[in-house]
């Protein structure tokens, strides 16, 4: 059984530019969650993707957006880049949408300069 | 707001001590409570899931507890050893948070051989 991957593994990117984050799920998953985690705290919320459909979003401007495609891998787009995006993105997937482990995938580093 | 508070921030510990990592949160109405281990720079490691209606998971040296109505939940790590030491952060699935986890900062454990 594959375990949840994402690429690429580091980036670095400059103000005002546009990044995408990949996600493949662990087998059998349909849904995936994507995390933000700054230097020192704990991952939060960004969206979560259920059967291609958004189902659930923290407290993100509408410059972070994302996708689920057909075999349930996902995307994380981020527009016009800040300083403060710079963390690591972390994706989960699980068997569901609600009341279930979810799996983590190794994370983007993701620096902005 | 659910907030989740973890305790202490940072330990320090002799091999083969038994240790207690704290985590509280203020909203009682929660799912589950998750622990996981994040490595520096890494993904989480799921260690041990407890539905609302349970009062404790072990797997192996682990031991988690939950006391729902109190908010508070510790992980007991029996015998430590140097290859635990990792940041262990603790998230809950809230009933009015949709399938979001919120984290805890995290305690970053160090045991000493």
């Known amino acids: 059984e594959t375990g949840v991957t994402q690429s690429p593994t580091h980036l670095i990117k400059t103000r005002g530019q546009q990044v995408t984050l990949r996600c493949s799920s662990q087998s059998g998953h349909n849904t995936v969650s994507w995390y933000q985690q700054a230097l020192g705290q704990g991952p939060q919320f960004i969206f979560q993707y259920y059967r291609e459909e958004e189902n659930g979003r923290g407290n993100f401007p509408p410059r972070f957006s994302g996708l689920q495609f057909p075999n349930y891998s996902s995307e994380l787009n981020v527009n016009a880049l800040e300083l403060d995006d710079s963390a690591l993105y972390l994706c989960?997937?699980?068997?569901?949408?609600?009341?279930?482990?979810?799996?983590f995938g190794p994370g983007t580093r993701l620096l902005v300069l | 707001k659910q907030e989740v508070t973890q305790i202490p921030a940072a330990l320090s510990v002799p091999e083969g001590e038994n240790l207690v990592l704290n985590c509280s949160f203020t909203?009682?109405?929660?799912?589950?409570l998750q622990w996981f281990r994040q490595d520096p720079g890494k993904g989480l490691t799921s260690l041990l899931l407890i539905q609302s209606s349970q009062r404790e998971q072990t797997s192996g040296r682990l031991n988690a507890s939950l006391d729902k109505s109190s908010g508070r939940s510790t992980l007991y790590i029996a015998a430590s050893q140097p290859g635990d030491s990792a940041t262990y952060l603790c998230a809950v699935e809230g009933e009015t948070s949709g399938s979001r986890l919120t984290f805890g900062e995290g305690t970053q454990l160090t045991v000493n051989p």
């Open positions: 989960a997937s699980s068997l569901g949408p609600l009341q279930e482990t979810q799996y």
């Open positions: 909203d009682s109405a929660i799912y589950n």
